[in-house]
């Protein structure tokens, strides 16, 4: 068994999890930081407690594994015996076979001993006829002999000279016959003929004699080898029995080996089992990780929750006279700019990069104001209705995108129910689409903590604030969540009829000059440094904007260190810092 590389990959993915979280992450500290940190901790704990239980995992398949190989060398050995068990049961079944033969052979020649000796006892009976048949030719010879000693006849004292054994009872029987020399030729050829018998019987007799030891021999030797055979049996039974023996117990070791198995098997489930727990409690953990660091995850120009839509700035330049109120698009505005034109009233430069209200307006004509403000925003396009030649030339010659009205003018229209010139509207859709290759954000003017993120021991409690820019004054008042405005007393609302109370507002106190455009104008001078009042969380903190670079947004301090507003849209008054009564806290 081996262990499972997806378990380790899943680790692996949970560490990946984190890192893309910790790389979402702004810059700077979060409201969450403590809490995700802790979070963080914890998973490192299960993670490790993973490593370890993943490492007992090892340590147990391992020894499955041993274990595994010795019941294959067991299982080995049981084939093996097996094999002689086999081996024996087909000896024994030679042997019974063997034993078979022999006995056939020993009931073979006893039969055949049965045979020979009737045949003795029939060779007998015949040698016996045959001695009996000497008896007549040698009477003859005998009685011949006597009477041819009578006679004094050598021949005939030949034959009885070869009858001197004969009985006397033979004797007397030759006395009284006496036979021609014909007779005697014929009982002496007759004698030849019983005595070749008799030669022949012998022969036979020793044959037979013959055959009879060979079968005995046959069969002591067929009776050695059955004897042998069945006395060999019990020894190769007795070594089937013993590889048996060793089988049952091979057998017992494989269960009681297997059962081992069993056990550590399920001590493996019961820990991936553990591991499949930790892994949801990290999922969990992960989840909740994620949730917390989504409010970490902020949108560069309001600071709120959210990813940075890749698109340039669009600023827009709204009117802000009382016939074109109330305007449209303006409380979605990431930024507001409010700017001196002439006679003491203002102008809005709203400033688009999280959200597109689609439709925006009045449309204004711009100022040189606008590209000293806006060119330190990476390029931002710059929507308005028109300049004289004066501010169309530094438009020109700044590195703002001109959208207007004369550059794009079927993304603007005019409307039916308000008169010119307050009634030109742009479509914001229309005017980011004029550049869809432009990806980048761009840089944001502000810093953001997070929602109810301690502010400096600096700041200070504040109701409100009131900018009196010459014949608009313009009012902000803490309603607990943002800062209600009003303009020239009145509750200012957007044309959905939802007021005006951004989250932030910052006063920044610059000179004015006159624009080389038109003396009667007057020009922000937005570079340099100076006094900043900002608004935030009903207090009011007083810092210094600096802007060193034309080409980079000021920057907001307290003592050198970064002022953080609450998340959410700002509005910023451009007060003259020369009329610094003009603007007042309470």
Request: charged share 25%; aromatic share 6%; proline share 4%.
């Amino acid at each position: 068994m081996h262990s499972h590389p997806s378990r380790r990959l899943l680790v692996a993915s949970l560490g990946i999890a984190l890192g893309a979280l910790a790389a979402a992450n702004v810059a700077g500290a979060g409201p969450n930081d403590g809490a995700i940190a802790a979070l963080q901790d914890e998973i490192g704990t299960e993670e490790a407690e993973i490593g370890t239980i993943e490492q007992q995992i090892a340590t147990i398949e391992q020894q499955i594994g041993t274990i595994e190989q010795q019941v294959a060398t067991i299982e080995q050995q049981i084939t093996d015996l097996r094999d002689l068990v086999a081996e024996g049961d087909q000896a024994i079944m030679n042997l019974e076979a063997e034993v078979a033969e022999a006995e056939a052979r020993i009931t073979s020649e006893a039969h055949e001993l049965k045979v020979l000796l009737v045949r003795v006892e029939l060779l007998a009976d015949l040698t016996i006829g045959h001695y009996a048949d000497l008896e007549e030719p040698t009477t003859v010879r005998h009685v011949m002999a006597i009477d041819s000693y009578v006679k004094n006849d050598e021949r005939i004292n030949a034959v009885l000279t070869q009858s001197v054994e004969a009985s006397g009872e033979t004797l007397d029987n030759l006395r009284t016959q006496m036979l021609y020399e014909a007779v005697i030729d014929s009982a002496t050829n007759e004698l030849h003929q019983r005595y070749a018998r008799l030669r022949l019987d012998g022969d036979r007799a020793r044959s037979l004699y013959d055959l009879m030891t060979s079968s005995e021999e046959r069969s002591r030797i067929a009776v050695d080898d059955r004897d042998g055979r069945i006395a060999t049996i019990p020894t190769v039974e007795g070594r089937i029995a013993s590889s048996e023996d060793e089988i049952a117990a091979a057998r017992t070791e494989i269960a009681a080996a297997h059962a081992e198995i069993a056990d550590e098997q399920s001590k493996i489930a019961a820990a991936q089992a553990e591991i499949a727990d930790i892994h949801e409690s990290i999922a969990d953990v992960l989840a909740e990780i994620a949730w917390l660091d989504s409010f970490n995850v902020s949108m560069a120009w309001t600071g709120l929750q959210g990813n940075d839509p890749h698109r340039p700035a669009l600023t827009v330049k709204i009117d802000n006279a009382s016939a074109a109120r109330p305007q449209t698009g303006i409380n979605e505005a990431d930024v507001v700019y409010e700017e001196v034109v002439e006679a003491g009233l203002t102008r809005f430069i709203a400033i688009f990069q999280t959200t597109s209200p689609g439709t925006v307006g009045p449309v204004r004509s711009g100022r040189t104001s606008d590209p000293i403000l806006l060119e330190g925003f990476d390029r931002p396009l710059f929507a308005y209705s028109g300049a004289n030649r004066g501010t169309n030339q530094a438009i020109n010659a700044s590195p703002l995108v001109d959208v207007g009205y004369d550059e794009a003018t079927s993304a603007y229209w005019r409307s039916s129910s308000r008169r010119a010139p307050h009634n030109l509207y742009a479509s914001t859709d229309s005017l980011w689409a004029l550049h869809a290759d432009r990806t980048d954000v761009p840089p944001a003017p502000f810093t953001f903590g997070w929602e109810g993120q301690p502010l400096p021991d600096s700041a200070i409690a504040a109701e409100g604030v009131t900018i009196d820019f010459g014949r608009l004054v313009a009012d902000y008042a803490w309603d607990g969540s943002g800062w209600q405005r009003s303009t020239n007393g009145e509750a200012h609302s957007d044309a959905e009829g939802v007021r005006v109370a951004p989250t932030n507002v910052v006063v920044q106190f610059t000179t004015y000059g006159k624009s080389a455009a038109d003396s009667r104008s007057p020009e922000a001078r937005t570079t340099g440094s100076g006094t900043a009042w900002v608004f935030t969380a009903g207090h009011l903190m007083v810092a210094e904007w600096n802007r060193p670079d034309p080409g980079r947004p000021a920057t907001i301090t307290i003592d050198g260190e970064p002022v953080l507003l609450q998340p959410g849209r700002t509005w910023v008054a451009l007060a003259d810092a020369a009329r610094p009564g003009n603007v007042a806290w309470r």
